[in-house]
């Protein structure tokens, strides 16, 4: 029964700091930004590179990627996910790194809603 009310502790003194937790979630949302991560396939034919916020931001294609139009499609599916399985990673570790910061127990970054 005391249980219940160990969490609610923790819970009340969340929310005194509510503010601070505001500022941090706007700061994290601006680091994702910057967060970019690259993915390649066929040897380098196709590279994808995407943010943290899971935005493409570019591709590119050797010519002979773009001579064969089924190669070309399954490379870019291939970099493109690669690139965002680097970049989920990235999150991930910039959001256990904030939980952290606001006194969470280790992995909780990555299960808070939105954050990866």
Same mark, same amino acid.
């Given at each position: 029964m005391f249980d219940m009310f160990k969490g609610m502790g923790s819970m009340a003194g969340l929310m005194r700091n509510l503010p601070k937790l @505001?500022?941090?979630?706007?700061?994290?949302?601006? !680091?994702?930004?910057?967060?970019t991560a690259e993915g390649d396939a066929g040897a380098g034919m196709v590279k994808a590179k995407v943010n943290g916020r899971l935005e493409v931001l570019s591709l590119s294609f050797s010519e002979e990627a773009i001579k064969d139009r089924e190669l070309l499609?399954?490379?870019t @599916?291939?970099?493109?996910?690669?690139?965002?399985? !680097?970049a989920r990673l990235q999150v991930g570790?910039?959001?256990?790194?904030?939980a952290a910061e606001m006194g969470l127990p280790p992995g909780m970054g990555t299960n808070l809603p939105g954050l990866g």
């Open positions: @505001r500022e941090q979630m706007e700061e994290f949302q601006r !680091k994702l930004g910057e967060i499609e399954d490379l @599916r291939a970099a493109i996910n690669q690139a965002l399985q !680097k570790e910039e959001a256990n790194k904030m």
